[in-house]
């Protein structure tokens, strides 16, 4: 079965701080692997997408890594300001073959708290 | 150029009800997924639509249908509604299938009561 754990389940930080959230797949084949960031009551808004071939991605003060052998990636957060504060989703993209090619995979997400 | 909208934003229904939720996607996308977001978890898929033709269908009854329009708006109709229904109900476009980036809506938050 495909699954996307992501850890820790929520993360209180102070402003200014740097944080690392997790993200562990089983998902097979995979395709790409994606970072979104959340508000509240709102749709996810992409951050950065790794192919299998690329190991570090960079958007502002977010860093994604992607280990594609132990089948984990990273979300790292540097500099944390207050407008961090949301939940950020780890999700996976089936590789080709089947009926379910494209389709993602969500992770539960992370929920991030930045306090002055 | 506008995103990705739905339509309505918030919705409240009685259970045996149905709704139907609408979204219109990316100028230029051929794509259009639904996913459902049940507080406190991640989205989960629904369907996808490209080129007006359902290319993957999740795990969700068959209260829940949708379709795609010739100019690759999308709806979203449950029928039946069960007070689990309640969720935020969210649109993503994309260019095409497979490895194209989505692009999510606001969503739709529906409320079963």
Request: hydrophobic letters at 30%; proline letters at 5%.
């Amino acid at each position: 079965k495909n699954q996307v754990e992501q850890s820790p389940q929520s993360l209180i930080i102070l402003e200014g701080k740097n944080c690392t959230l997790q993200c562990n797949y089983t998902v097979s084949p995979f395709s790409n692997l994606r970072w979104y960031k959340q508000d509240t009551g709102r749709g996810p808004v992409s951050l950065t997408i790794m192919t299998f071939s690329e190991n570090t991605k960079s958007n502002g003060r977010y860093t994604a890594t992607l280990d594609a052998d132990t089948k984990q990636s990273s979300l790292h957060i540097t500099a944390s300001q207050l407008s961090d504060s949301a939940s950020y989703i780890c999700v996976v993209s089936v590789g080709a073959g089947g009926t379910s090619y494209g389709k993602l995979t969500f992770g539960q997400g992370t929920i991030l708290t930045v306090h002055p | 150029d506008a995103g990705v909208t739905q339509s309505p934003t918030h919705l409240i229904k009685t259970r045996g009800q149905q709704v139907t939720l609408r979204c219109s996607p990316i100028s230029g996308h051929k794509s259009v997924s639904w996913y459902q977001q049940v507080l406190g978890q991640g989205p989960q898929f629904i369907f996808q639509y490209y080129e007006k033709e359902e290319r993957g269908r999740g795990n969700f009854p068959d209260r829940f249908s949708a379709r795609q329009f010739p100019n690759y708006s999308s709806e979203l109709n449950v029928n039946a509604l069960l007070l689990g229904d309640s969720a935020l109900y969210l649109c993503a476009s994309s260019p095409g299938q497979g490895r194209h980036e989505q692009y999510f809506g606001p969503g739709t938050r529906l409320t079963v009561t």
